[in-house]
């Protein structure tokens, strides 16, 4: 957990602030991905703010000064929650945060403590509907507009749900086999009938170094397991991913090619937003395992 940082110093304890219920809703997201439902939402007049950047691990964070001035003028903060976000507290305490607090995992069928929920698409759903909801607590004002915004979004997810679906169907189940770097994709895999067969990084999550007994292992698991690949993820180091690649004599998937698990990517790539990065990551298993990728259906294109 990293909290002990300079802003957080200079700040000290702030006294909680009424947010304004007048002019744009001003909101703060923990993660790249809930900011991203989060801008769906709110609509193009909503002011934004992710604390976790791009491409950057979901498990650690250091705020700016910066960070702590948008969350003391904002109407919510939107967590994912499960534990993902043990320095939440102190960050809002230092801000003088005043408006509604968000949960965006409330509802989500949780397994085994893993926080990673956002991964499903099925699981973004629900995520939406709570920020809805709570945006709607915390500007009431504004409760049609995120109720119209809200609704058109999730027929995306539904679109994107139903494609991927699609997308893997193309793929004999024995062979859709995924190594990743980290435990990150459970609940993706869990809807998708996904085999993980294991992570370079043990566990859930990524600062984990692995053994010369636990890259043995999972190398012989490749091997004996017939998969087509390892899969990099666009918030760790490739390098170990490519060394077991290469041991294991199968591809890596790397670079651009990387899969968006815990963050997404920075503007103009393909993972800028969560559909995009979905869409990329589906497109690069599924063409990894020889199956054919359906086309893209119209409300989900670019
Ligand atoms: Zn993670």
């Keep these: 957990m990293m909290v002990a940082g300079l802003a957080l110093a200079l700040a000290g304890c702030a006294t909680a602030n009424t947010p304004a219920q007048t002019g744009p809703v001003r909101v703060v997201a923990t993660t790249t991905q809930i900011a991203d ?16 950047r791009p491409n950057q691990s979901a498990h650690a964070f250091d705020p700016s000064a910066r ?7 904002a109407n919510a903060l939107i967590s994912n929650g499960l534990g993902l976000e043990p320095w939440l507290s102190s960050v809002e ?23 990673h929920v956002w991964t499903s698409p099925r699981n973004a759903l629900i995520m939406v509907a709570n920020i809805i909801a709570g945006l709607q607590l915390a500007r009431p004002d504004m409760s049609a507009t995120f109720a119209k915004n809200g609704s058109a979004y999730e027929a995306r997810l539904t679109l994107l749900d139903d494609w991927t679906t699609e ?27 996904i085999r993980f067969l294991g992570s370079i990084l043990p566990g859930l999550d990524d600062n984990a170094e692995p053994s010369a007994a636990d890259v043995d292992a999972i190398v012989q698991k490749i091997r004996a397991s017939g998969a087509a690949a ?4 666009n918030t760790v180091s490739a390098k170990l991913a ?19 698990a815990d963050s997404l990517g920075g503007p103009g790539t393909a993972g800028a937003t969560y559909i995009g990065a979905t869409i990329h990551n589906v497109t690069v298993m599924v063409t990894a395992w020889g199956g054919s990728v359906p086309p893209l259906p119209e409300g989900l294109a670019p």
Excluded: C, K, W
């Design 37 to 52: 439902f989060s801008r769906a939402v709110a609509g193009e007049d909503g002011i934004v703010t992710a604390l976790i």
């Design 67 to 73: 960070d702590l001035v948008a969350l003391g003028e």
């Design 93 to 115: 305490d230092a801000s003088g945060f005043g408006g509604t607090l968000i949960v965006a995992s409330a509802d989500v069928t949780v397994m085994a403590d893993d926080p």
């Design 167 to 193: 997308a893997f169907a193309s793929v004999p189940a024995d062979q859709r086999i995924l190594v990743t770097n980290h435990d990150s994709l459970a609940y993706f895999v869990r809807d998708y009938d």
């Design 230 to 233: 390892v899969f990099s993820e």
């Design 242 to 260: 490519a060394t077991i690649a290469r041991e294991a004599g199968v591809a890596v998937y790397s670079g651009d090619q990387a899969l968006y």
